[in-house]
């Protein structure tokens, strides 16, 4: 049996959560025929969108109750404004009555949307508690990167604040996109241009290899499917244990220890060779299989 | 932006009802397209937002072959447009009913 | 205003013990006859890896120390000068969006844990830098002077190709995009808003007083027609069937 791929990079957010969950199973909250459009946008004479660029609802996967949402990058770079992070807001909310399996948040974002973008911090803020509080009920929040906008500036927040974090190579996270730093900082400090660059620092595998991903897949619709999968059964068997002093301060004493590792790292190069690769600049490259094979054999 | 509202009599009519379906991405040069089944009758009411001003006769050309070849009687379709071109346009209306004629409510 | 002028008008001369370690601030003090922790960044600080762990480690400590139940868990007071995140290639290679999740994680661990929580903002609150840690508290307080913002309107109008002049016009009319604590007021972000002539003791402890650990500022910018659409909007979401 042939399985025909399909990109998650160049899918749009509706075929993603199409070809993400148990087929026929999504139903959408406040769908586009609703018209829940942004006002901001349309003050600003700029081209709104019926469902403001994210589609939330329920869904099923692998049998799992789910709630789900997916951000549009092709829409405003799925920047959040007010309605767009109230969708989200909103589904988070819902968690905490609903008690579904996990709620899966397809990151495709820049952060906040500029033209409301006092509107789009406190969203983001609002956001960041909401998946707080979804997690201290013990329903835990996936984040699905692998789109062209990745998970940047308050979303890159969000999406680690989730229990897991799965990611493709295609897919970027961080908090200030390297255009941003460019334009403040320099070419010197971040060449944009430099695209082999952005991935090293920025891509699915170098956050990865740091830990800041919990997974990466191969980027196909498919295998975010089988690793949400896999996952969703773990957390099944095995809930999900609210965060306590024990376990941030083993966390604080990672993320301390790692800052000092790379106290001056600045490219990927220096975050896979402290991994063990052995062919550095072969990294970038190598099957997402035999990348996730040495990171358990050298883990 | 410029908004504006094209009523055309359209004779031919699909048999059953189906659930609205929305199709294309409000990006540069592409647009969407919201296709709902309206009151019974025998014309199309078509509502567009577009950036581009000026371009309503153009609008209008596209708009009245796309009514001519579907069977859109009765259906209210809402355009988000964001500069895209008349054969973006046309692709994205057919695609639009060939969704919206794929599943039935 | 000096740091050490802030702390006497906010907490009262000689009832402060706060260490001044570059930008970075921690401590004690006096709030509403009790003892608070005092957290916080100064000189428009840029929040950095580094800067973000010194927060998570005293928010972790402060939560550790009140943990036994040999007293109330304390009030933390969080004041907030920062011109936003660091930016720089090493700390996002390094997951300057991870540290900042995890001090945002341990300031909510904190108000689980019974602290209330109440930011005061002293001098800027941009973006980034802001949601780590001040934009998590219960209450939000802007101190005259206060700027409270993601982009100024230049920047805006450069990114976004709307003319300069029209932004201006069109931020008379609505709160939702321009700079300043006011407009952070009326959308619910900022709970008071306080004066020169205000008696900051006064204020800060009525504002920890009221300090409430659930998130209302939907509710709140609702209520002062700043915010119409998120939060009727998250309830249409949230009771969806």
Redesign the interface.
Known sequence: MSVKKTSFFEA?A?TRIARLVDPGSFSEFC???L?H?SPHL?RL???????DGVAVGCARLAGHPVLIAAQ?G??NGGAVGEVHGAKLAGLLDKAVSERPAAVLLLVDSGGVRLHEANAGLIAISELMRAVLRTQAAGIPVFALIGGSCGAFGGMGIVARLCAEVVMSEQGRMGLSGPEVIETVMGVEEFDSRDRALVWRVTGGKVRRALGEATRLVEDDVAAFRAVTADLLAEYGARPLKPSSLDTLFDAHARLTARTRRFSAARDGREIFAASGFSDIDGVPLMAVDAFNRHLMETA | ?EQFVMTFPAACRLAEAHP?R?CG???SG?L?V?V?SGDPGDACRIEV?T?ATGFRDIWAAVLRDFVERQPVGGLRI?I???GATPAVVSLRLDQAMDTFRSEKS | MTTDALFNSLFGPGRHTIIIDGAFMHGTAVVAGREAVVIGTRDHAEIDCELALKVAGTLLAAVAEDGNGSRPPRTIVILVDTRGQALSRHDELIGLNGCFAHTAGCADLARRCGHRLVTLVHGDAVSGGFLAFGLMADRICALPHAQVRVMDLRAMARVTKIPYDRLVVLAEESPVFAPGAENYWRMGAVHELWSADDDWCARLEAAVNCAEAGDTRAALGLERDGRRLASPLAQLVAAAS
């Open positions: 749009s509706r769908p586009p025929q018209r459009t349309a004479h700029a081209p709104v969108a019926f469902d549009e092709r829409f | 932006m609205p929305l991405v409000v990006s592409n969407e919201l709902e937002s950036p809402t988000n447009d964001a």
